[in-house]
């Protein structure tokens, strides 16, 4: 460990506590003398005679044990030497733009976000505070630190995970505490048992066990199986590189196929119990509640029973983006947030924006059953109970198939690339093919053959916005109002787009030039492959002209 850090040691129960058992600011003598001396005012003196000696207020002692601190320096000064003092705090961290603690709550560990008055209630226990005499420390002391954005001398924190940490090196971490080299606060209670050395076949028992605990699920094919357990070594790989992990997508046919409890039993078995989840009736959730989800660190995070076409910018952004950031709530500042959370989403017949598929890793269930709810006769009938009762077992395993995979040296297989993900392929993807199973990236085409249904609608767009482009002999292009005059005046004219643009009235009786722009602006710039492609010509703020060209080589 560097020697320039504070030591760290174990998460036990008297360090949790916001304010860490110190002595107390008053001396004992002082508290006897104070004590004393109010007993003989209430005794000796008359209820008459009693303003007259008003009790005086308590000064404060020194402890010393703890740096000194003097508020007349300079306002730099101070600052660095409160973060020196805060830095011995084995429980305090940075995470992104803010300071959090390590703290439990019914027995679960968390991250907690310090506001100016935890962190003046911590500055005080650790540091005396000095004037003339002891004060406590300052309110703008605490609110500059709690603003700052970055603190010298108080150790970065990644993550707080539940489960041991797998290094880019292969190497287990299982004492609890924080990580130098991976920058984790390990706070599971989780027993484990993996091989110093595991080997192939080591992985593969591993993987049948596994398999074997979802054996009750009916996967659409051995893919979608890989796929299950490609997306539960997702959260245990993510120290183990840099890069992104593909959004998880739990596919079902019918509801009460079992989709909510496949993505509760990786939750189970990365946190020891099931998650909170998301609802999400739009298209995406907003960037203000993938924020306040990323702040608070979770190693899985769920958005379940998806309803509406899934897919925008925030969840492209947040899938392959290592940061996120938005701004706060009725404020200018701009907050932001690591992406070390692998996240989930679950519905029946999932249907993605057209450039979410090939960020996904797709898991479908294909129930053939009329009421899949009523099904009986399961291996394991209670199953959630089953996994927290072998919680450890379960997580040793999927821990085993990774570490062999890395301590043989992560041997290359022969695997399509997988675009933006290429760190979580090679460690995800080649660990599960290593061990003989199907490539579990594979499944994402279905994904990609429903989202083309919107490509297909781009190209009928642009090859008839090309025939009226033809039958005007407007090489140039034209505007959308040129575009529907002529269509009004010449009513034979470009049968394609008309039915195109039919599909756009949805029941009224005029089509709305805005609608039609919209659509052109998603279909520009797409080689739809056709060998044609849509561009804009002029300026936003006037009225574009719409042109097909033909791209060259096609």
Known sequence: MDQSQPPHSPLSSNLVLLRPRSPSPESPSEEGKNESLDSSIENDVGEDQREKHPRAPPKLALV????????????HVVLEQAMQALAAD???YSKGDQL??????????????????????????????MRDDPVHPPAAVASALAR?????????IRALTTFPVLSSSGELRIREGYDPNSKTFYAGNSLVSVPDEPTLDDAKTACTRLLDLVSDFPFAGEAHRSAWLAALLTPLSRFMHDGNVPLIVINANMPGSGKTTLAQIIATIIGGGPVPVMSCEKAEPNRKELLSKLRGAPAVALIDNITARFGGPNVATLITGRSFEDRSLGHLKTLSAPNDTSWTITGNRI??????ARRCLHVRLQCDAEKPHLRDGFRYPHLMAHVQEHRGELLSDALTILKAYSVAGMPEVALPPFGSFEEWSTIVRGALVW???????STRHELEDDAEEGVSAHALLVEGWHQLQVEMAREEGMTVKEALAFLEREPSTAPLLRDVLDGMKRGKAKLDPLVIARRLREAKDRNVGSGKVLRSIGSPKEALRWQVIRVAGE
Do not use: F, Y
Request: proline fraction near 7%.
């Open 64 to 75: 010393p044990s703890l740096q000194t601190i003097h508020v007349d320096q300079e306002l």
């Open 100 to 129: 959090v603690r390590v703290v439990v709550n019914d027995g679960t560990p968390r991250l907690v976000g310090l506001g100016t008055a935890q962190l003046r209630e911590l500055l005080s226990s650790r540091a005396k505070w």
């Open 435 to 441: 061990c003989g199973l199907p490539d579990p990236a």
């Open 90 to 92: 084995p429980l305090l």
């Open 148 to 156: 700052r954005g970055s603190w010298s001398h108080i150790r970065e």
């Open 351 to 356: 249907t993605l924006a057209q450039d979410m």
